[in-house]
């Protein structure tokens, strides 16, 4: 979504989100391959940017949720391999197949009805099957995994060319214990795969979470997400530290807006819908031009801060759909048409997407993704 002229906007830092991929090469080393994990918009950063960016960087490999997300990618000239991390539909055949495109497979149907498309197609398509070692979500179960390989071998225009798994506790400390045996179970199907399977089979189950706290997990192939666009998984640089001292990430994204009103207000003077918030004392307020409608969710109200000047400010009262007041009695003189940082940096402050999703009550994904979304994105 472009909306030109718009008093926001988000800022997309090209050369750290490269930074970002090659500290990760060096954390995995040179001989394990990277699947960059550009999903949902790059998760808010803009598909296809990112996808041309990391593959400057050296990304071979791209890890996206739909087929249509793929094709966007094909059309804009992409080379590599995409893996299609949800698979398709049964309306998507022919589509991976001219595209190209690897989906993750899980269901006898789809891959009877891709290779049917394939043969009559006369070429080959390459799939990773995916195996559920207890994530509960999406893959064939431990016991199936020997029924499906040979399915695959059997169907024409079908050829095995990853196996993968996903782990839903590699952040947490208290399911360490969980994730090694995840773990343990995965490898047991690849060497049991191994045995029978002469062919060259990438297997992956690695996020970033894993990527940072699981070595072990690495494999052939990692597939970091949030890590590319500068958090930590658990959002907590100072433990990731710990684990790879070598991996120094950046935030790619900053959310900035500015100042349209400068207002001075006597005590007791009530502020936005509801009044939730009542002067206190003689008051600079400042009006921005963003609101939930841009992302910067309700949720915020008397509770977010943002920079200006340099210097924290807090948001008084509710935000509203298009507007936000915030606090400047406390800092220097600031002017309509200043500059206010979101999300980012400005000076020696800066406010992370990991703050921002403590006062949204979530987490950093969810915050990047809603404010690119939102908001027109420009790349510097
Ligand atoms: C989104 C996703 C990833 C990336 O996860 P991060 O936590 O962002 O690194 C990896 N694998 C699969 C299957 C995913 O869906």
């Not at 060319?161 to 690849?190: C, R, W």
């Not at 921005?288 to 920079?307: F, I």
Request: a neutral charge.
């Amino acid at each position: 979504m472009t909306q030109p002229l718009s008093f926001n906007r988000v800022e997309i830092d090209i050369s750290a989100l490269q930074a970002n991929f090659q500290g990760i090469q060096k954390t995995v080393g040179p001989q394990i391959k990277i699947m960059a994990v550009v999903k949902s918009d790059a998760y808010g950063h803009g598909l296809i940017e990112c996808a041309q960016a990391l593959y400057s960087a050296g990304a071979r490999t791209f890890g996206v949720a739909e087929v249509w997300e793929g094709i966007k990618l094909r059309r804009a000239g992409l080379k590599g391999d995409i893996v299609v991390l949800l698979g398709g539909s049964p309306e998507s055949y022919e589509a991976v197949i001219r595209h190209e495109l690897t989906p993750v497979v899980f269901d006898v149907e789809f891959l009877a009805g891709l290779s049917d498309e394939a043969a009559r197609m006369k070429t080959e398509v390459k799939v990773h099957l995916k195996v559920d070692v207890g994530m509960g979500r999406i893959g064939v179960m431990p016991n199936e995994v020997e029924s499906y390989v040979s399915l695959i071998k059997r169907l024409p225009g079908i050829s095995l060319s990853g196996m993968l798994s996903h782990f839903p506790g590699a952040d947490e400390i208290d399911s360490l214990q969980t994730t090694h045996e995840q773990l343990s179970y995965f490898k047991n199907v690849l060497a049991d795969l191994k045995s029978k399977e002469s062919g060259k089979v990438v297997s992956h189950i690695a996020n970033s979470a894993a990527l940072i706290y699981f070595p072990k997990s690495h494999l052939n192939m990692v597939r970091p997400g949030i890590s590319l666009y500068g958090y930590y998984p658990d959002g907590s640089a100072s433990r990731a530290k710990i684990a790879v001292p070598v991996l120094e990430l950046q935030p790619v994204m900053s959310f900035k807006t500015r100042i349209i009103q400068v207002k001075d207000l006597g005590p007791g003077y009530g502020i936005s819908y509801g009044h939730t918030f009542v002067t206190r004392r003689k008051s600079r307020i400042a009006v921005l031009p963003v609101g939930y409608a841009d992302g910067y969710l309700r949720k915020l109200s008397n509770k977010a801060q943002v920079l200006i000047g340099g210097r924290r400010a807090p948001v008084c009262g509710r935000v509203c759909m298009n507007a936000t007041l915030v606090d400047i009695t406390d800092l220097p003189p600031v002017h309509t048409g200043d500059e206010v940082v979101l999300l980012g940096q400005q000076g020696d402050e800066k406010i992370t997407a990991d703050e921002m999703a403590q006062w949204m009550e979530t987490i950093s994904y969810e915050v990047l993704c809603l404010f690119g979304s939102f908001n027109e994105r420009v790349y510097t």
